[in-house]
């Protein structure tokens, strides 16, 4: 049934991307670890490496880290600090914008059958340093689908085919981003190898909207992301 219900949202996805204008394309190398550090407690942290349009050099850096508590087997919180470092070359030399952001969230995990389901919600507080340090706050809401096509019964290694989506929100200071309570859009497809429980690799497309002040901006993005878990 959930194969049924996601292959629709799979086409689109990719017949989108086919369709519709894009005015850059990107990649993007995506690595997640969780680190269990007891039985209630996890560090998590994420480095993700992205490129300018049509891949041309490295431009963007995302480090990002987290305290995760673990309510249950299915519901968790964590609390963790964020850095964003941007370049862009120009005439005469390079121009660098970063961000600062603290921020809280909530997810929840559970199986349909063999399927992994995830759903988050994040809030965060951004500090983005430009000519000067302008606040404001976001939230996002991300939801997972990982389904297995072939693989062992308790889906400890396998193949499997990925869908997700997250919309960003403002909620306040909105005139510090873009003036627009919709922030962004990344719906994701992709297919990914299992090699047992601690290793996760998927190769996606993800196509990845971007409000802005002069405009809106679209970007197709190939993504290969990395989860391991130890």
Known sequence: MTKLLLTPLLFIIFIGAATAQST?????????????LS?????????????ADQY????????????NYN??????TAIGYAFLGEWEKMEGGKD???????????????????????????????????????????????????????ADSQFEKGI?????DE????????????????DQHRPYAGIGLRTGKKLDIDLGYMRWFQRELDGDVNKNIMQVMITTSF
């Open 24 to 36: 850059e394309s990107g990649g993007w190398l995506f690595i997640s670890h969780t680190q269990k």
């Open 39 to 51: 039985e209630e407690f996890d560090f998590l942290a994420d480095v993700q490496l992205r490129s």
């Open 56 to 67: 041309s050099y490295w431009n963007t850096v995302l480090l990002r880290g987290a305290i």
């Open 71 to 76: 309510l249950n087997d299915h519901h968790s």
């Open 96 to 150: 660098f914008e970063r961000e600062h952001r603290l921020y809280e969230q909530y997810i929840f995990q559970t199986k349909l059958k063999k399927t992994e389901l995830t759903l988050r919600a994040r809030l965060e507080q951004r500090f983005q340093k430009d000519d000067q340090i302008k606040f404001s706050q976001r939230i996002r809401a991300f939801a997972s689908f990982q389904i297995p096509i072939f």
């Open 160 to 164: 499997y085919l990925k869908a997700q």
């Open 167 to 182: 919309i960003f929100l403002n909620i306040q200071y909105k005139e510090n981003v873009n003036g627009s309570i919709l």
